[in-house]
């Protein structure tokens, strides 16, 4: 298991961790990647999976993942109404990622719940 501890605390790492926060943050952010990750690519297929989503924030939220290169927004030529969105190879590492976060935070319900 990686260890989080330095001798020195690095501006460069502390400056890195604000970035990544600031490109996945958010409420909406993370369970919409690990939509798509999940076969959903269609706006509508997005939208279901997430409860309580709204239309305005899934769009937001679609767009900005599309500025930080995370995913790509793929219209049908011969059926532009047609929209899907795909992860980008640079995102693809965000998997493991994810199911890390996702059982961490089982994990800390578990803690939390049973104090200890």
Same mark, same amino acid.
């Given at each position: ?42 706006? &509508?297929? !997005? $939208? ?6 709204? @239309?305005?924030?899934?769009? +937001?939220?679609?767009?900005?993942? =599309? ?13 532009? &109404?047609? !929209? $899907? ?6 995102? @693809?590492?965000?998997?493991? +990622?994810?199911?890390?976060?996702? =059982? ?13």
């Amino acid at each position: 298991m990686k260890q989080c501890v330095k001798t020195t605390i690095d501006a460069q790492d502390i400056k890195a961790l604000q970035d990544t926060i600031y490109v996945i943050g958010g409420k909406w952010k993370l369970p919409i990647i690990y939509s798509i990750c999940n076969g959903n690519k269609r706006f &509508s297929d !997005i $939208e279901k999976s997430i409860p309580t989503i709204t @239309k305005r924030m899934l769009s +937001l939220n679609l767009k900005e993942l =599309e500025a930080n290169k995370l995913i790509t927004r793929k219209v049908d030529i011969d059926f532009p &109404s047609i !929209i $899907e969105y795909e992860f980008t190879e640079y995102a @693809k590492e965000y998997g493991a +990622l994810i199911t890390d976060m996702i =059982e961490w935070g089982k994990k800390h319900k578990r803690i939390v719940i049973n104090k200890g």
